[in-house]
């Protein structure tokens, strides 16, 4: 991914226009086909033993400058020892090509499968690529995939979502696991998938390894960390970033409420419970928790344990008003997760591991670029109280060069 598209505040500071930053993405994705072309050709990977004494050899690259719709592309063409290779791509003097549109982004950013690039190719160029080939492509775009994981990120978020959600794998055979997400929300209000990771089951040490590595990036200050209550995964948040907020999802801590309550008694609880949550502020949610747990304690033993520590409950409620209902839930990176099920729901299973970990990168570097777009009035309108409390946890003041991706 370019460095506009991962650096959104570099578009603010060096004055770069959305149809440049198309143009990049066109280049970046046609000199990654051009890359897997050679391999086809010369029937050997680069750097492969094979190629030894072959007979013919890889000999670098030489620039040709293409006009396109989003303008002039600069193209890497490889060549060959013996002067016999040409690219598929384009004719030898062709220096035209206004026929690339978002079918190519498409193409890179989201995820396609080996079947849906090589019809893609043959749709749009007119010669179909080797199944060979294809399967080169999908090699060259796990490098985005490692760049993803690698990326800087930057050093302020409100809030970090912590949560998993289930996709077919397989192994030997094909079963569920758990992708772990970190969807964070910066000071302005933009959400960013921060980082994944797949593993069988969801599980602590999964989600330590992502916050160590998020911390790698550049992430220093958190204000609050929002999960669904799984496990001790609030303390494991608070180890990684002490001065954080751990706040419990109160869609989780209903339905574990009325797990334990009769049927006949949960439409008066629930609404009760949303009384708790909607509070103007900490001291009166406290009042009314209270109240509601003096009120059916007596019939419900189980409630308490239920209902948590008052401070993971209303840790939502250190944040502005106007932002407040944002945090109380994790219905943000549900939405994300949803969106992902929905999307793998047609391939059914993912062969192996780097497969699935090529189709969500794609789908999550889609997703920060289209959220960057998006407005947050309430953000914008509350960004002073929102440093304030930046300031008051971790101490001084940020320097806005510090605060943007590297």
């Given at each position: 991914m370019n460095n506009y598209i991962t650096n959104p505040f570099n578009i603010i500071n060096n004055g770069v226009s959305i149809t440049e930053i198309l143009r990049q993405e066109v280049q970046?994705?046609?000199?990654?086909?051009?890359?897997?072309?050679?391999?086809?050709?010369?029937?050997?990977?680069k750097y492969d033993p094979k190629g030894y004494n072959s007979g013919n050899s890889r000999n670098g690259y030489y620039e040709r400058t293409v006009k396109s719709v989003f303008g002039k592309l600069v193209l890497n063409i490889?060549?060959?020892?013996?002067?016999?290779?040409?690219?598929?791509?384009?004719?030898?003097?062709?220096?035209?090509?206004?026929?690339?549109?978002?079918?190519?982004?498409?193409?890179?950013?989201?995820?396609?499968?080996?079947?849906?690039?090589s019809n893609f190719i043959k749709k749009t160029y007119?010669?179909?690529?080797?199944?060979?080939?294809?399967?080169?492509i999908t090699q060259v775009l796990q490098k985005e995939v490692n760049k993803f994981h690698k990326r800087q990120l930057n050093k302020r978020y409100i809030a970090i979502y912590c949560d998993a959600t289930y996709i077919p794998l397989k192994r030997n055979i094909v079963q569920k696991e758990a992708l772990h997400v970190l969807l964070g929300i910066t000071p302005d209000g933009r959400k960013e998938v921060l980082d994944y990771a797949v593993a069988a089951n969801e599980n602590n040490s999964i989600y330590r390894?992502?916050?160590?590595?998020?911390?790698?990036?550049?992430?220093?200050?958190?204000?609050?960390?929002?999960?669904?209550?799984?496990?001790?995964?609030g303390m494991t948040c608070n180890e990684v970033f002490p001065k954080a907020k751990h706040q419990c999802c109160w869609v989780h801590v209903s339905r574990n409420i009325r797990a334990y309550v009769r049927k006949a008694d949960w439409a008066i609880m629930a609404e009760e419970v949303k009384m708790i949550y909607t509070a103007d502020d900490k001291e009166q949610a406290t009042e009314r928790m209270v109240t509601y747990l003096n009120k059916w304690y007596t019939k419900y033993p189980k409630l308490l344990e239920k209902m948590y520590d008052p401070e993971e409950l209303f840790a939502f409620m250190t944040l502005p008003e106007r932002i407040r209902k944002s945090f109380y839930t994790t219905n943000a990176l549900e939405?994300?997760?949803?969106?992902?099920?929905?999307?793998?729901?047609?391939?059914?299973?993912?062969?192996?591991?780097n497969s699935m970990e090529r189709f969500v990168c794609a789908l999550y570097e889609k997703y920060n670029e289209e959220q960057y777009f998006k407005s947050a009035v309430p953000f914008?309108?509350?960004?002073?109280?929102?440093?304030?409390?930046?300031?008051?946890?971790?101490?001084?003041?940020?320097n806005f060069k510090e605060n943007v991706y590297t």
């Open positions: 970046r994705g046609l000199n990654l086909l051009l890359e897997t072309e050679p391999t086809e050709f010369l029937k050997y990977a490889p060549r060959d020892r013996n002067g016999e290779f040409s690219n598929k791509l384009f004719s030898p003097y062709q220096r035209i090509c206004y026929d690339l549109g978002n079918e190519i982004i498409q193409m890179f950013k989201q995820g396609s499968t080996t079947r849906e690039i007119g010669f179909f690529y080797s199944p060979q080939s294809v399967s080169n390894q992502l916050l160590e590595n998020i911390k790698e990036r550049g992430v220093k200050e958190v204000l609050l960390f929002v999960t669904d209550g799984f496990g001790h995964l939405g994300l997760n949803n969106l992902l099920k929905r999307q793998t729901r047609k391939k059914e299973m993912f062969p192996n591991e914008e309108e509350t960004s002073i109280e929102i440093n304030q409390l930046f300031d008051e946890v971790y101490g001084g003041e940020l």
